[in-house]
């Protein structure tokens, strides 16, 4: 047993075997440097064998096995290997991009705290527990008897108590003397639920993890999870790679969050990932959101799932009241109904917050020339540069292109150039003059572009300091706003019709997050939407609060269209210079595959991605589905290693998206 195997960061889908006279049977998992070309790689042992494939002569010897650290355990290497072998990527890249960049690199932190096995679970001293509701209740007991793998959708809108309900399964779990992974949508949401759990388990060993936390801290973290000595594991999607010897519960907050699935790289969805990992470790998984993905919601219907439901807000309060403002027959005032501008009028006399909901940055979507047409393009995407005029710039969303607002029209001349449509700048400063005397506040990706300034403007809030927040998504997301009484939605059609067809399943979801913001104890909320299509189904329903009315609606659309969840897809995406090649390299794709499917898959023909040239390179894409996950994934895995031998033609560059998200 001279020879291992190594799993290396190449973007080539096999092991490479070299030479290690002194391996044992005991080193699968270790990291190992090995020579590769002229310089040197560090990788993962994922096996060891007596002889290779490989000429002996071509055989190398490893540089070193790194035993510093313990090895990666099988259930992490199972873990990557799943991971490479669903979303069709290489092992080497994933086992690489599972471990915390340090360990990367080969190196590793210093000193590791001590801690970890049974912890005492008693709260802060001065905390009281709350008792918990029949539903609270059942879910919990339902969690701690499951006894093995089981997946739970938890489901219940802002405020019914999901977290009390996690919090009382982790203690739990703790008590047993095992860990809790707890995997949340976003960075900005860690510090406040970060600052629950600890304060319940003040003696456990929390690490977060997250790509915003330094290199050696997170490497810090990742050791400790692997000696076994961090009892808790909060955080982001990469979290989920995290090695847990004595696992025994994962919770996926807000298990619809997109942020969920990587959408470059590694295309993998956390959340999936984590069900499987659920699987095979044999333990319970809890999924929780308001507004479940639709994929999920299915699974809870037809039974694969438990469906847990908490049906009222915890603390006694009524749900906001929905409105929806019909703007067809109204001259809006910059984009605001008089309805709308009335009520944030009344919350400004009685010192409640409001906050209007856009979810578009920048002060307009696009600039143009009244006089030949001009508009402003990026010349990179195929897309519009953003009017940015608090810095006088004009930006691209997509690539970061930015250029100084024009003077004049670049092609006639004509100075009188004019912004077209609405984003948060506008209404900022369209409210600004409305209401003068309104403290707004504007909070968006441009606004809160560092964790600093966004923690600086939730602290603002709550301090009581802002009359009018003004905010896209993500101030929809996990956070508590003591006096915000309404709620104004503007712009929210243009999801209706979207060409995705999850636009309305987003859209409903945001609404609702959104919506949930407004109203606490002592103060009833309201949410006005404004839109010019009052009878549609989506506001109806969450005009009544009904998210499982609007979910059935949206699988039986989706049922008849034969959409996810009912087929299962995969995408082929291809760049390069010109659309051209995009497009015949898919095309070749295309005629390979036809060999390959079966006739349970459908191969759909190569097309431009609707964002069809991003950094100058023009996208294609290929669609491919099928009724049965198995048959595709089986496709899939003869596809790729066809794909993997053609020659491309210089500069096209392709990868797969296996359930992607985004079309
Ligand atoms: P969610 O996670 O669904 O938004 P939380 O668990 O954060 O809900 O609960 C919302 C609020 O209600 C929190 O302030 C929480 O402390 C409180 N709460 C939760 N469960 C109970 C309960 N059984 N009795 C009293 N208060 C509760
Ligand atoms: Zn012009
Ligand atoms: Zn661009």
Known sequence: MNIVRVALDVPLPRIFDYLAPDAAINDVGYRVTVPFGRGFKTGVIVGLAAASDQPADKLREVTAILRDMPPLPGEWLALCAFCASYYQAPLGEVCTFALPPLLRRGKLP?????????????????????????AQQAAVSAINRAGGFSTFLLHGVTGSGKTEVYLRAIAEVLERGGQVLMLVPEIALTPQLEGRVRMRFPAAHLVTANSSIADAARARGFLDALHGLSDIVLGTRLAVFMPLPRLQLIIV????????????????????????????RAIPIVLGSATPALETFQHALSGRYHLLDLPDRAVAEAPPVVRVIDTRREKLHEGLSGALIKALKLRLEHGEQSLVFLNRRGYAPVLACSSCGWISHCRRCAANLVVHLLDNRLRCHHCGFEAIFPRACPDCGNVDLQPFGRGTQRLELALAALLPSARILRIDRDSANTPKKWQALLATIHAGEA????????LAKGHDFPRLTLVGAIGADAALFAADFRAPERLFAQLMQVGG????ADLAGEVLIQTEHPEHPLFQALADHDYSRFAQSQLSERKVAGFPPFTFQALLRAESMTMDSSLAFLGQARALADSLAGDRITLYDPVPMRLSRLMTMERGQLLVESASRPQLQEFLGRWMEALYKLKLPRGLRWHLDVDPLEF
């Open 517 to 520: 913001r407004s109203g606490r």
């Open 253 to 280: 907050d807000e298990e619809h969050d997109a942020s969920f699935k990587q959408q470059d790289g590694l295309r993998y969805s956390a959340r999936d990932i984590a069900i499987w990992r659920a699987h095979h």
């Open 110 to 134: 210093r000193a590791i705290k001590p801690g970890g096995g049974k912890v005492a679970v008693s709260p802060a001293p001065g905390f009281t527990l709350p008792e918990l509701l029949p």
């Open 467 to 474: 009359d009018i927040l003004i905010g896209t998504q993500m």
